[in-house]
C-alpha cells in the first residue's frame, strides 16, 4: 500500500502563507523524489515543485518560484510545501506525488509521477 495524504489546506487571504503537509504509507520514502501538484477548475494538473530523495535539489515552477519552498524530513517521512505571500491565482487543489519514473529531465511532468494523494483544497480570497 502506497498513499501519499495531505493536509494543511485552508482558506487564506492574498499576500497570507499556507503551510502543506503530505505523509508517506508504504514507501522507503528517502530513496524517492517527491513533487507537488495543483490543479484549478477546467484546468490541468500543473506542476508546482520538486524534492529529491534527500533534499538536496529542489525545482519550482516559475508561477511560484520566490514564495513556495519545498522540505522534507525522512526521519518522520514527510514532504511540506510552505507557501508565502498567497495570490488568488494559487487558489486550487493541491496534490502529493511519489516521482517514482522522475528523471533530471521530466521533473516537472505529471505522468512522471506513480502514486498520488487525495488532494487538499486551498483557496486564497482578493
Known amino acids: 500500500q502506497v498513499q501519499p495524504v495531505e493536509s494543511g489546506g485552508g482558506l487564506v487571504q492574498a499576500g497570507g502563507s499556507l503551510r502543506l503537509s503530505c505523509a508517506a504509507s508504504?514507501?522507503?520514502?528517502?530513496?524517492?523524489?517527491m513533487g507537488w501538484f495543483r490543479q484549478a477548475p477546467g484546468k490541468e494538473r500543473a506542476f508546482v515543485a520538486f524534492?529529491?530523495?534527500?533534499?538536496?535539489?529542489?525545482n519550482y515552477a516559475d508561477s511560484v518560484k520566490g514564495r513556495f519552498t519545498i522540505s522534507r524530513d525522512n526521519a518522520k517521512d514527510m514532504v511540506y510545501l510552505q507557501m508565502n505571500s498567497l495570490k488568488p491565482e494559487d487558489t486550487a487543489v493541491y496534490y502529493c506525488?511519489?516521482?517514482?519514473?522522475?528523471?533530471?529531465?521530466?521533473?516537472?511532468?505529471?505522468?512522471?509521477?506513480?502514486?498520488w494523494g487525495q488532494g487538499t483544497q486551498v483557496t486564497v480570497s482578493s
Open positions: 506525488a511519489r516521482g517514482g519514473y522522475v528523471s533530471t529531465w521530466n521533473q516537472a511532468n505529471k505522468n512522471a509521477y506513480d502514486y
Open positions: 508504504g514507501i522507503t520514502f528517502s530513496s524517492y523524489n
Open positions: 524534492i529529491n530523495g534527500n533534499g538536496g535539489t529542489t
